[in-house]
């Protein structure tokens, strides 16, 4: 069974004669939940063989899906901009609303699961009065106080078409790794904006450059499997479709940084399976300006790559949805390598608070006499527990099953 890594080539040359029975269902159904559904049904050849697959039906409705969520969108953000046209400088459209739009063959190709946009800090304001008026509510789990030092405002969703907004003060959390990183500074970043257009209004977007640091950084501190395939997709597509890349300015980007570890595990990886024709020495170079990666620390990320991401192998004991990230950021620490083991084994080990959320707790025991006691009573009540015990003991245990479905929850988001 091959790789998914043929859909990545297959992608990076734009060609359209991939079998879809020469991958599994899981494999498809990998792609589809990484929201690249359309983009592999771009790449498959069409024919009576392709179309009477069983995953084939899977691929038309995800490809109708993306059209549809992708198109509402869309009109949002040209609805926002209309709203704000006048009353702030530009706004500077990032990821999914901006790559999207700007390097994939049709937008909708790219996954966009909400519309975000940076504004200057006393623009916020007037977007978020813009987007009250349009009749957007902010929504979170998070208390307001979370988002006063947050690199974007309490995040706002529309009741009716369900499109989510995020407003950014800037490109980072402060407590990311990469957040006191210089290309994600507020001058930095203006200097790194281009003007453009969405529909006609005036946008901004940042440079090609700067839009490969955030794209690898983002993806590599704030872990998701299935974002790994975005991130390579979203970098294949820039290469190919920008204007030339101008590699020093580039390696001048990354130079004293952390994000210069995440763009070197991205390009080093799209290189070593032949996907992107990069400048002789520009992975030393770049290696050069990292402290946290040394061969074996790269060999072990890029087989996690290889073996969850490109291949969408189900998780397992060892490598569990919360283990993964714990070795996943180990590995990417700017230490010692031979400290990194003992780093994530020391992590690996079990908390008392989650042992407390995983072990159910043991029921209360009574002596005999009182057990006695309590069946006399309730034989009195006519069976009816007046106490409520029967209510309490489901009290005591239901929070136990609940906690450890919340815990799955989190640690799959």
């Not at 300015?249 to 399976?273: I, M, N, P, Q, S």
Request: glycine letters at 8%.
């Amino acid at each position: 069974m091959p790789s998914l890594v043929h859909f990545l080539h297959a992608a990076s040359q734009d060609r359209k004669d991939l079998a879809l029975e020469d991958f599994s269902e899981r494999q498809i159904r990998w792609v589809i939940e990484a929201g690249l559904g359309p983009l592999l049904l771009r790449h498959v050849a069409d024919g009576p063989r392709t179309r009477t697959a069983p995953t084939w039906p899977l691929l038309k409705g995800a490809d109708l899906t993306a059209r549809l969520t992708t198109a509402e969108r869309l009109d949002a953000m040209e609805e926002i901009l209309r709203a704000c046209d006048g009353r702030i400088r530009p706004p500077t459209l990032l990821k999914g609303i901006s790559v999207g739009g700007q390097f994939y063959p049709e937008p909708h190709l790219r996954p966009m699961s909400d519309i975000d946009f940076l504004v200057a800090t006393r623009d916020l304001a007037p977007v978020e009065a813009a987007l009250f008026d349009l009749g957007y509510r902010q929504e979170s789990t998070h208390p307001r106080e979370f988002y006063e030092t947050h690199h974007h405002t309490t995040p706002f969703r529309h009741p009716r078409t369900g499109v989510w907004v995020e407003v950014h003060r800037g490109l980072c959390a402060r407590s990311s790794p990469v957040g006191s990183d210089a290309p994600f500074g507020a001058q930095r970043v203006l200097a790194e904006q281009s003007a453009s257009e969405f529909r006609g209004h005036a946008v901004y977007r940042l440079s090609e450059e700067l839009q490969i640091v955030y794209l690898a950084a983002h993806w590599a501190y704030d872990f998701r499997l299935a974002g790994g395939l975005v991130a390579m997709l979203d970098t294949i597509h820039l290469l190919k479709n920008a204007r030339p890349i101008r590699w020093e300015r580039l390696l001048e980007l990354l130079e004293g940084t952390v994000a210069a570890t995440a763009v070197y595990l991205v390009l080093a990886y799209l290189d070593r399976h032949e996907l992107l024709d990069l400048p002789s020495g520009l992975i030393g170079e770049i290696a050069h300006r990292q402290r946290a990666l040394g061969r074996p620390s790269l060999w072990l990320l890029h087989g996690i790559i290889d073996r969850y991401v490109t291949n969408g192998r189900d998780l397992g004991l060892l490598m569990s949805e919360r283990n993964l990230p714990i070795i996943w950021e180990s590995l990417l620490r700017p230490c010692p390598g031979f400290r990194k083991p003992l780093l994530a084994g020391w992590k690996l080990l079990p908390s008392r608070s989650w042992l407390m959320r995983s072990v159910p707790s043991p029921a209360p025991r009574s002596s005999a006499p009182d057990a006695a006691r309590r069946g006399s009573e309730s034989s009195a009540s006519g069976g009816r527990d007046d106490d409520g015990d029967s209510s309490a003991r489901a009290d005591r245990t239901v929070p136990n099953r609940s906690g450890r479905r919340l815990r799955q929850q989190a640690d799959s988001k």
